[in-house]
């Protein structure tokens, strides 16, 4: 084996220290002062898709709370600028979040936040472009983006498993109308609808009786009809994969509590004081 020069190895573990060095800064930002030494974010500053401006701290604790944003949830925060609204949602709420940033200085500012408030090992910031970013996964998405960019994403969006929480500072989604809003009409929330368009028979699990609900469905509105007489249903409701309706049978009250689970829809159906488990499966 040749002999390498003297220095060579003297030179290498010079290198790794100064490696360290610098790692060992960025890592170990233990206050926000010194993240903002080097870049320093501004409101109104360009970026991909809109520009940033900072959400305030009261309207993202009001943002997470009207989520109901818990331990459990997984947050993604589409367009996460300086990461506050990931980093309130683990300290704050306990949840896990990502916040996905197209602008690198902001993601490093951002993953710097992160680690100075202590939440690292629940929040990550990736950068990414939002469009092109698989955040199905999430629980709960908050976004502060344009309207159209909102109308943009709804596809992907309402493809997510239902019950899952948008909630979005300032703008609406097109014709798709909130579930809730706070009463200034800062931020929205729509809870991702079950798809349960089309004929559906309900029957009792020994198969003796069975009923027919035709429903049409325009994002979590419910429409249709229902039984032999085709009667109109009422007091129709759809929040996430929870679906309850009710409808006239020949002058008998019909009561239906039902939750969505694909294919299939588990029903208790109530006619006048008796209530009976139904399974409906779409036809």
Known sequence: MPNRPFWQPAIASLCALILLSFVGVSASADNREA???????????????????????????RMLTMASVEPTDLVYDLGAGDGKIAIAAARDFGARSVGVEYNPEMVKLAQCFVT???????????????????FRSATVVTLYLLPELNVRLRPTILKMKPGTRIVSHSFLMGDWQPDQRTPDS??????VPA?????????????????TVRL??????????AGTGNRSITNASLRGDTLQFAYDD????????????GKRIDAKVTRGNKTINYVGTRT
């Not at 100075?116 to 698989?134: C, K, M």
């Not at 089309?198 to 029957?203: C, E, I, K, S, V």
């Not at 008998?252 to 689970?261: G, N």
């Open 186 to 191: 800062q931020a929205y929330m729509w809870i």
């Open 216 to 225: 049409k469905q325009q994002f979590q509105e419910i429409s249709g009809t």
């Open 35 to 61: 993240c903002v030494r080097d870049f320093q974010p501004s409101s109104g500053q360009p970026g991909k898709d809109v520009v940033w401006v900072p959400t305030s701290d009261d309207l993202v604790n």
């Open 116 to 134: 100075a408030e202590g939440v690292a090992d629940r929040v990550t910031v990736l950068q990414g472009d939002i469009f092109e970013t698989d």
């Open 250 to 261: 020949d002058g008998t009250p019909v009561k239906i509590a039902a939750r969505v689970k």
């Open 195 to 211: 798809n349960v368009a089309g004929t559906w028979t309900f029957q009792t699990p020994d198969t003796k009786d069975a009923f």
